[in-house]
């Protein structure tokens, strides 16, 4: 996944995940270190039957991440007025 949406506040960033969640992908990986939500929280979430997959990570310096494909990443970023994705180098 080369692109992803950053800095998204962390009350944004949960509503997203929940709305994906209700809308059918399911968490396939969550991050549970020691510090997993105080410090650091990653989660993958994968549209059930396969496919797409969203990666989330979050720290408590620069809140949330959003990366995905291109029209996913557009998708929220319309949906949750975001800022447009970069390209990770």
């Known amino acids: ?19 994906l969640e209700a809308a059918g992908f399911e968490e396939t990986y969550g991050y549970d270190g020691p510090d997993a939500g105080l410090d650091y929280n990653r989660i993958e979430l994968t549209r059930r039957g396969g496919g797409e997959v969203v990666v989330f990570e979050w720290d408590n310096w620069s809140e949330g991440e959003i990366r995905a494909a ?20």
């Open 1 to 19: 996944m080369p692109y992803r949406i950053e800095n998204i506040k962390t009350e944004t960033w949960r509503r997203i995940i929940a709305d």
């Open 70 to 89: 291109p029209p996913m990443l557009e998708a929220l970023r319309e949906k949750y007025g975001l800022t447009a994705p970069v390209e990770i180098l």
